[in-house]
């Protein structure tokens, strides 16, 4: 069965400080894996996914399929980056559904 | 563009009360979601859409949920009759269609309150 964990319902940091979201899944197949985001009376919305291999907003993620990890990093957090992060597992096989983990709340300190 | 809509923002019920849960998708969205989002936890799919046909209900508890999706545009949750145990965020998502790289986007979601 799938499954997604992100050990850290909180995570404080400095402004400018690196940070690293947590984000281990369990899954027999070959996964999508995605960031997503919710700022402060904002909605949820996709931050990025491993098969675009791209930076938004300074984040990246690696998928490491030896860890079955996906930890979200930025190595100079901003004020504005303070929000909930929810790291989420796409089944790639029949349908498709995302699975969620539970989120880390980050906050940036100024 | 709006993005995906969902009315009402907030409901507070009583228990055993019937509350239903309104979403328009993104125009040209064939796919659309509903997801339960209790306080602490990631969102949960309840409900997948394909134009108007239901093809992933196997989270949606049939007891008391129902929902549909008339014509393949928006779309109705209903709860009835509402427990305790609802008072959670009700998300509508949408995508053009379930392809493997399609991005969901979602809508602000309802607050139910059950009392």
């Known amino acids: 069965a799938q499954r997604v964990t992100q050990p850290e319902k909180l995570l404080s940091v400095f402004k400018g400080a690196p940070v690293e979201l947590k984000c281990n899944y369990s899954?027999?197949?070959?996964?999508?894996l995605f960031w997503y985001v919710q700022y402060s009376r904002q909605r949820l919305q996709l931050l990025l996914r491993?098969?675009s291999r791209e930076s938004i907003k300074g984040f990246t993620a690696d998928l490491n399929k030896g860890e079955t990890s996906f930890h979200l990093k930025k190595p100079f957090a901003q004020e504005e980056d303070s929000a909930m992060y929810y790291c989420a597992l796409k089944d790639r096989t029949g349908a498709n559904n995302l699975f969620f983990g539970t989120g880390t709340r980050l906050t940036v300190i100024p | 563009e709006a993005g995906v809509v969902q009315s009402p923002r907030y409901k507070i019920i009583e228990k055993k009360q019937p509350v239903a849960f309104w979403c328009n998708p993104i125009s040209g969205h064939n796919t659309l979601y509903w997801y339960l989002q209790n306080l602490g936890q990631g969102p949960e799919l309840l409900i997948r859409y394909e134009n108007e046909e239901a093809v992933d209900d196997s989270q949606l508890p049939k007891d008391r949920f129902s929902a549909e999706r008339l014509k393949g545009v928006d779309s109705t949750l209903k709860i009835q009759p509402a427990e305790l145990g609802d008072s959670a965020v009700y998300l509508c998502a949408s995508s053009p269609s379930q392809g493997l790289t399609d991005t969901q986007y979602f809508g602000p979601g309802t607050r139910l309150t059950v009392l």
């Open positions: 899954y027999s197949g070959s996964p999508e």
């Open positions: 491993h098969i």
